[in-house]
């Protein structure tokens, strides 16, 4: 079954530090690669995805992530943080061909220090 | 913001009593999701329906069962609520179409078993 794992489960940054949260996937065929973003008191909304293509996506509020297929990661990345990024990130991968289930994972909570 | 309605968004209930959410949505999406997300745990699916009286459980899908009569409506029903049940529940849908996979998620459904 495929799964997700995401190594940070806490991280705290101040502002205009650069970012990255790790996200790595277990399933060896295709996949569609996410990262959602849930701020305090709300929903989860997509921050961005990657289907096919460049491997390199970029998403809203400067947010990037990379797909590397040898090392099945799709790290997030965003080069300087703003108090408003305080959130919690997760990684989701649905396996095309196999079934329509996005399975995410743990979530990483990310702290910005004003 | 996708048209998804969840209901009750709170509730409180005590140990053994039946409890149902609904999540409605203005869509038409074809594929409709349960999630409880918990500290430490991330989202996990519950179930999840792929058309009207189609549907396909999750990672946790024991003490849980789901109904989607109409396309708009999907049901989650705990036959007997138990602590462990205790959670935020959040519906998602999605076009699902050549596995795009991006969900819509609802506001959620704030459950608290006594």
């Known amino acids: 079954a495929q799964s997700v794992s995401q190594h940070n489960h806490h991280v705290i940054l101040s502002e205009a530090a650069s970012l990255e949260l790790g996200c790595n996937y277990s399933?060896?065929?295709?996949?569609?690669l996410f990262w959602y973003v849930q701020y305090p008191g709300q929903h989860l909304q997509l921050l961005l995805k990657?289907?096919?293509?460049?491997?390199l996506v970029k998403g809203i509020k400067g947010f990037e992530a990379e797909f590397i297929k040898s090392k099945f990661s799709f790290n997030l990345r965003k080069p300087s943080v703003q108090w408003s990024d305080t959130a919690e990130y997760f990684c989701?991968?649905?396996?095309?061909?196999?079934?329509?289930?996005?399975?995410f994972g743990k979530g990483t909570r990310l702290h910005i220090l004003p | 913001d996708a048209g998804i309605t969840q209901s009750p968004r709170h509730k409180v209930t005590e140990t053994g009593t039946p409890v149902t959410l609904r999540c409605h949505q203005t869509e038409n999406h074809r594929y409709m999701y349960w999630y409880r997300q918990d500290p430490g745990h991330g989202l996990r699916l519950i179930h999840y329906s792929y058309g009207v009286k189609d549907t396909d459980k999750g990672e946790v899908s024991d003490g849980y069962s789901v109904s989607r009569s109409k396309t708009e409506d999907f049901l989650l029903t705990l036959e007997s609520a138990t602590s462990s049940q205790t959670s935020v529940y959040f519906c998602?849908?999605?076009?699902?179409?050549?596995?795009?996979?991006?969900?819509?998620f609802g506001e959620g459904s704030r459950l608290t078993v006594l």
């Open positions: 399933y060896g065929g295709t996949v569609n």
């Open positions: 990657y289907f096919s293509g460049d491997p």
């Open positions: 998602a849908i999605s076009e699902a179409t050549s596995y795009t996979g991006e969900l819509f």
């Open positions: 989701a991968v649905n396996a095309m061909n196999r079934d329509d289930k996005i399975i």
